[in-house]
């Protein structure tokens, strides 16, 4: 598992980043911005399914505890996007990039995909997330209006994150 130290600061700055957006933006129940499953995958792929889940536990859990105020709900829907970053990095720019344990950007891979990788695992997140904190409590077109608005907005806030982590790259 090596990292580089420039990529394990920006990682912990943008949690801190997170955790901003948790306690001092929340302007609405209808709206979730999250940071955290474009975080999840641009952790470079040399790192490990477990580790990456692991890394992943960590985070959500440092952003429950500091942050949101449901222990263990944004550790419980970022774990599997965290064993899924793999699959979707190798369905969406191809298997020889997991093989290689390359590193994809914006510039380098082009917006499109790019962005497809952020919306994906951003729904995966939000679904899980927005599922388990109204789960019984909360009617189901309320669950889905809030997942319909906060798509958008967290995965354009995703689209940021993976320019700041893979930042650009000679092609």
Known sequence: MKTSSDFILLYLLLTIAQLI???????????????LPAMVLCIPLSVGSIWAMLIAFATGLAV???????????AFALVPAALL?????GSIFGRDMVERAGKFSIYKNGL?????ATVISTALFLALYIFADGAGERPFWFNLVRFIISLPTSSALGLIVLNVLNPRERR
């Open 64 to 74: 429950d505890l500091l942050g949101d105020g449901l222990i263990g709900l944004n």
């Open 112 to 116: 499109f995909p790019c962005a497809g």
């Open 21 to 35: 957006l948790c306690n001092y933006l929340g302007m609405t129940t209808l709206m979730h911005l999250t940071l």
């Open 85 to 89: 970053r793999k699959p979707l990095v």
